[in-house]
């Protein structure tokens, strides 16, 4: 079992900056796929940006490339999003999610899920 908690959400104007974090227990390893998705109201859970626990094969959703950037602190067992140049489009409840071995952009691929941190960007 994998247990995920994230932080770091909260209010921002538009063109400001937020860093989530998504503190992990449990059975992590370096070969687990660590993600984070986001659901705006009314919206399908929508891919964000993904990498392995040990930093590589690193991807991005199209919306979010350039702006956001995932890492990884193994020493803290800890996931972070760096989310800079927010747009009102980037609102949303932010969620992370793991996975052991496999890399996928699809939600239903993900075993394991925080319980999301609202991100709310104002124009």
């Known amino acids: 079992q994998v247990q995920l908690v994230e932080s770091g959400g909260g209010l921002v104007q538009a063109g400001g900056s937020l860093r989530l974090s998504c503190a992990a227990s449990?059975?992590?390893?370096?070969?687990?796929?660590m993600a984070w998705f986001r659901q705006a109201p009314g919206k399908e859970r929508e891919f964000v940006a993904a990498?392995?626990?040990?930093?590589?094969?690193?991807g991005y959703a199209d919306s979010v490339k350039g702006r956001f950037t995932i890492s990884s602190d193994n020493a803290k067992n800890t996931v972070y999003l760096q989310m800079n140049s927010l747009k009102p489009e980037d609102t949303a409840v932010y969620y992370c999610?793991?996975?052991?071995?496999?890399?996928?952009?699809?939600?239903?691929?993900?075993?394991?899920w925080g319980q999301g941190t609202q991100v709310t960007v104002s124009s």
């Open positions: 990498s392995f626990w040990s930093g590589g094969n690193t």
């Open positions: 449990g059975r992590t390893s370096k070969t687990y796929t």
């Open positions: 999610a793991a996975e052991a071995f496999a890399y996928s952009r699809s939600k239903d691929a993900y075993s394991y």
